[in-house]
T-cell receptor, first 116, second 113 residues
Framework: EADIYQTPRYLVIGTGKKITLECSQT?????MYWYQQDPGMELHLIHY???????EKGDLSSESTVSRIRTEHFPLTLESARPSHTSQYLC???????????????FGPGTRLTVL | KQEVTQIPAALSVPEGENLVLNCSFT??????LQWFRQDPGKGLTSLLL?????REQTSGRLNASLDKSSGRSTLYIAASQPGDSATYLC????????????FGDGTTLTVKP
């Protein structure tokens, strides 16, 4: 059973506010990911991490930033939210190497963000 | 740059039918290919993972195949049920070190009772 959590599940916020989307996993996975998905559209990778103190930008340019101070925690921050940031944000994690079950990505329930 | 395409975009079938969802990718140097299910308003659920050295994987009524040379993967669903209604996404990992999955835009399946 995958244990990956995201909070909040829904967030409505005004333009210019700073927000942090939380993502935590209890599986000890080294790799973690943030994806962005607009309704009816494909998923886009915006950030990923191979482990503690490792963060990389994904394929889709994003104004958000991430940090990985602890293995289990991978928060995403928007310093100044704008309406264009309105979207669903999905967090995922996977094991780093070895075995047939590795690289399977486990996803959190997502955070639906609306910026007014 | 890896591109992943899924056809059809939407599919509606009567209950009990067998069906095939298609996924194609442009770069055959993939590490693995994964099929996901997404229900409205929820996160993704992993269905099947096929390593590059494998040809297919099976789980219950689901069977996924991988043909790297032609850049294709299929997800076969046997004896479809209304509970199978969801969006199905395929994702290709180019290599394990990158850890970046390229997703298709999904096939929305509706199984009618």
């Amino acid at each position: 059973e995958a244990d990956i959590y995201q909070t909040p599940r829904y967030l409505v916020i005004g333009t210019g506010k700073k927000i942090t989307l939380e993502c935590s996993q209890t599986m000890g996975h080294d790799k973690m990911y943030w994806y962005q998905q607009d309704p009816g559209m494909e998923l886009h990778l915006i950030h990923y991490s191979y482990g503690v103190n490792s963060t990389e930008k994904g394929d889709l340019s994003s104004e958000s930033t991430v940090s990985r101070i602890r293995t289990e925690h991978f928060p995403l921050t928007l310093e100044s939210a704008r309406p264009s940031h309105t979207s669903q944000y999905l967090c995922a994690s996977s094991e780093s190497s070895g075995g047939a079950s590795t690289d399977t990505q486990y996803f959190g329930p997502g955070t639906r963000l609306t910026v007014l | 740059k890896q591109e992943v395409t899924q056809i059809p975009a939407a599919l509606s079938v009567p209950e009990g039918e067998n069906l095939v969802l298609n996924c194609s990718f442009t770069d055959s140097a993939i590490y693995n290919l994964q099929w996901f299910r997404q229900d409205p308003g929820k996160g993704l659920t992993s269905l099947l993972l096929i390593q590059s050295s494998q040809r297919e994987q099976t789980s219950g009524r689901l069977n996924a195949s991988l043909d790297k040379s032609s850049g294709r993967s299929t997800l076969y669903i046997a004896a479809s049920q209304p509970g199978d209604s969801a969006t199905y996404l395929c994702a290709a990992d180019l290599n394990t070190n990158a850890g970046k999955s390229t997703f298709g835009d999904g096939t929305t399946l509706t199984v009618k009772p």
